[in-house]
């Protein structure tokens, strides 16, 4: 008798057990879809939260503080930083350089003069948020500086006019101001300069004006390389390969030049990027020779076995070009 009552209730409470397993496994099952909502409802939020901080204060990693007063101020700077050129848009459609990066008249020229005339529209190269809006009589002239979320700093001088005020975000490829001639210039041309940590780096790096684009999705700056890839970028994409003086290739064909971004005006397929790998394989290709004191092109030439030609042709030198200590030539 007792027997049978422990079996009958041990069968009792397998059935019940069962029941509420059977129960649990349909609420889970119920549940799941729940969690899937409500965690992609988590990532939105985020997201959210996420671009409201770019917007409010880009960069923050980098730049500690968010100030409309200095120009360019330096903060610790990273040994190495990648910056995303993706989603980028050329100033002007200038393919005109006057003026290179670095050493000039005696002084230090960080960044490049690009030709534009009175008037022409000048553009935000990314997305972000207008810092400074100013006039500065014996530099800049009328100038504009936009922090951007992949780290840089972009400048833009000698304008015109200003439409942008300070604390507004805006988007790569809208118009910020006019091209102009204010403040220290000889002609109306754009001065733009790109920053990281307030330390000037040569926009050859990053943009190609001669060809419109930049010159891969992303740019690895790295303090170790940085004097030689910089005069590299001179060579290959600075005034020496600029195009020549007409109303085309400086106002361009009302086309803007641009990767992923939507515009009303007249649009051209932004071309394929290089990935890191393709550039460095691309940058393999060319090799580059440093004078030394006293070197001529026919000296450059026989040391690295090519033409004094070849030479020129490389590096848009004429035949009598006259060569610099420590400058870099190109000789394949």
């Not at 989603?87 to 990066?101: L, Q």
């Not at 303090?223 to 361009?252: L, M, P, V």
Request: hydrophobic share 35%; aromatic share 8%; charged share 20%.
């Amino acid at each position: 008798m007792i027997i049978n009552r422990i079996r009958t209730f041990a069968i009792a409470s397998i059935l019940a057990f069962s029941a509420v397993t059977g129960s649990a496994q349909d609420l889970l099952a119920r549940q799941a879809p729940v969690d899937r909502r409500s965690a992609a409802a988590d990532t939105i939020v985020l997201q959210s939260l996420r671009h409201r901080e770019e917007m409010e204060n880009p960069s923050s990693d980098l730049y500690p503080t968010w100030e409309n007063r200095y120009a360019h101020k330096a903060t610790p700077m990273p040994e190495v930083y990648r910056i995303d050129l993706r989603g980028f848009c050329m100033p002007t459609p200038s393919r005109v350089i006057t003026s290179n990066f670095g050493r000039r008249w005696g002084r230090w020229h960080k960044g490049l003069d690009i030709k534009v005339y009175i008037g022409d529209t000048i553009r935000a190269a990314f997305s972000g948020k207008v810092r400074i809006v100013d006039y500065e009589a014996s530099g800049y002239g009328k100038y504009i500086v936009i922090r951007h979320n992949n780290g840089l700093e972009t400048i833009y001088g000698h304008l015109s006019k200003q439409i942008v005020t300070e604390n507004q975000y805006v988007r790569a490829g809208q118009p910020i101001g006019l091209g102009g001639n204010t403040g220290r210039s000889t002609g109306s041309h754009l001065h733009f300069e790109t920053r990281l940590c307030g330390v000037a780096l040569n926009p050859a790096l990053m943009f190609d004006f001669p060809n419109q684009d930049v010159t891969g999705d992303f740019y690895t700056y790295r303090s170790s390389t940085i004097d030689d890839e910089s005069a590299q970028a001179t060579a290959a994409r600075g005034k020496a390969s600029s195009r020549g003086y007409s109303r085309e290739n400086i106002q361009g064909n009302g086309q803007i030049s641009h990767g992923n971004i939507n515009h009303n005006a007249v649009r051209r397929q932004a071309q394929p990027r290089r990935t890191e790998n393709e550039q460095a394989n691309s940058g393999a290709q060319m090799r580059y020779y440093r004078v030394e004191a006293g070197e001529t092109l026919e000296n450059v030439a026989e040391k690295c076995g090519v033409s004094v030609e070849k030479l020129c042709n490389l590096n848009h030198f004429g035949r009598f070009t006259v060569v610099r200590k420590g400058q870099l030539v190109r000789y394949s």
